[in-house]
């Protein structure tokens, strides 16, 4: 796996925020060989009349598309896990033959380059100017 990837995580729930969640497409912010720092996404609508989060980002469907994805869809850069890169969380991991790079069989696609900093410049504002709206989920 590689930072900028979307990819399918068990994401944690804010009720159980230290054991893997619902299904969900989740964003790779940073990567290390044995853990990851995943963002939240959701292809739900958000309620036209409720402000968006600071940390959100909207992806249009023609966005989406280019991501591999069906949909419009909404990345929380104010929602975040930290996770260890195991099956546990990460349930395609290592699916495949064995020839095949760790990590290369759940990536659904990476972002190109131009938005991978556009988002990890979003991320780190966020983190310096708003600490307090960033939740933390993951063991």
Known sequence: MVPGAFVRVLFPTREKPRQPGLLHIGYMLVVTATEAMVAYTTSQPWPAAVPLPAGARVFSSEEALRLNQSRAFLLRLDVLAR?????????????????????????????????????????????????????MRGP
């Open 83 to 135: 996770l260890p890169l195991t099956p546990i969380w990460f349930p395609d991991l290592n699916r495949g033959a064995p020839y095949l790079n760790r990590g290369a069989n759940e990536v659904i696609a990476v972002a190109p380059a131009p938005l991978q900093a556009e988002l990890a410049k979003f991320a780190i504002n966020l983190a310096r100017r708003r600490r307090e709206v960033v939740q």
